[in-house]
């Protein structure tokens, strides 16, 4: 058995961001790649059994069972793109993998509704072998007890959380015993978790956001300046008022504050915060409320950011009685294993997209509000940021 075992083992945007492409965009292409923003090396042969364990995806389908799970906890999704699931398999000539030097390359690229779709299983993948081939083996008593410790004190200071950790998790069973550990000794404070596997094995709402990689490419097809604005007005064409939660960093927090309507304050009901300070973040938001005239108190604010349960204390804290205020803690939870091993600093992200298969490639970017992690090229990252004043 692989890896990933289930076509479910993803994160819940993957599916919501592929149907909003399949609706509105469904000749666009995307092309993704691998980033290590540690540089790390790899060890030799990598390549070749990340290969192996992403053909195994080839086989992998939706059953009956995951088909009913999926219609009872996500109804913003319709029939026709449950039909589509039903019917997908993932396709490894999609994906180029190789090694240079000892670091590794990873690209995929098709039809954005379909190859978005790799993102999460992809970046699972690579962290699991990572320490599987590099002799890492997890402290299964210290893991588990530092799991039930979180879990208890964040039930005690009233935190309320999902587990983002999929992507960057020790490996697929030490998620699903830390998912089971939480459940169990969190209570109310769990909220869910993003992972649509765990959340279907272990009877948990399924939560998430959209991604960057959604406003990426609105800021490629439209331009900089009205990348939020539109990426906005299209998600909730979509989704008519599901799934209310906005990512506010893909161009700076600054900028999408600009963008961000009264008509959007009113209809998202929450902001995540995915980088940078966020004290100063929660301080911005609530003046943006107040100059649209939308009242905070009736709105949440998601943080997602390195998250430990100190950090998430202080920062409810912060919060007060001004905003609402949830978490989705991801590596701190899934990674957690002892014996000084260190998650990963992994993702992929959009790097190109265009609008039809005959059309030139057009380069997408992120700038994040702390500037290592923006991703791009430097040409393309310089005209973007003079675009927008920055």
């Not at 999609?94 to 779709?117: D, H, N, P």
């Not at 490629?220 to 998600?235: R, T, V």
């Not at 943080?303 to 609402?324: M, Q, R, T, W, Y």
């Not at 997209?353 to 990252?381: A, F, N, P, Y």
Request: hydrophobic content about 35%.
């Amino acid at each position: 058995m692989g890896i990933i075992r289930s076509i479910l083992d993803t994160d819940l945007y993957k599916f919501t961001t592929s149907y909003a492409y399949s609706k509105l965009f469904p000749r666009a292409w995307g092309e993704f790649e691998f980033v290590d923003r540690s540089n790390g090396d790899y060890p030799e042969g990598f390549d070749r059994l990340l290969k192996k364990e992403l053909e195994e995806m080839s086989g992998l389908s939706l059953t009956k069972e995951e088909e009913a799970f999926v219609k009872q906890q996500m109804p913003y999704l319709p029939p026709t793109y449950i039909d589509f699931l039903k019917g997908f398999r993932f396709d490894p000539s999609e994906l180029e993998i190789r090694m240079v030097e000892k670091k590794l390359q990873v690209k995929a690229s098709g039809l954005l509704y379909r190859v978005t779709l790799w993102e999460t299983p992809i970046l699972a993948t690579i962290s699991e072998l990572w320490f599987r081939e590099t002799g890492q083996q997890p402290d299964l008593v210290y893991m588990e007890q530092a799991a039930i410790e979180k879990a208890v004190k964040m039930k005690e200071h009233g935190i309320t959380f999902s587990l983002f950790g999929m992507r960057r998790r020790f490996s697929f069973d030490v998620e699903d015993r830390v998912t089971g550990l939480l459940k169990k000794h969190a209570g109310e404070s769990l909220f869910g978790t993003s992972n649509v596997y765990m959340a279907f094995k272990h009877d948990i709402n399924v939560s998430g956001t959209h991604p960057h990689e959604w406003v990426q490419f609105h800021g490629s097809i439209y331009g900089y300046k009205m990348a939020n604005y539109i990426s906005m007005e299209d998600w909730i064409n979509v989704y008519d008022g599901d799934l209310g939660t906005v990512l506010t960093d893909t161009y700076t927090t600054d900028i999408f504050l600009r963008n961000f309507s009264k008509k959007h304050a009113a209809l998202f009901t929450s902001l995540r915060h995915d980088s940078g300070d966020p004290f100063l973040f929660i301080d911005k938001v609530i003046k943006r409320y107040e100059e649209l005239r939308v009242n905070p108190r009736m709105k949440y604010l998601v943080f997602s950011d390195s998250l430990n349960v100190e950090k998430a204390i202080n920062i409810k804290a912060h919060c007060g009685d001004h905003i609402g205020a949830t978490f989705g803690i991801g590596t701190n939870l899934t990674n957690d294993v002892g014996n000084d091993i260190k998650g990963m600093n992994i993702v992929m992200k959009l790097f190109r997209c265009k609008m039809t298969e005959r059309e030139e490639w057009q380069e997408c970017v992120k700038l994040s509000d702390v500037e290592g992690k923006h991703t791009g090229s430097e040409q393309e990252i310089r005209l973007a940021q003079e675009t927008l004043g920055l």
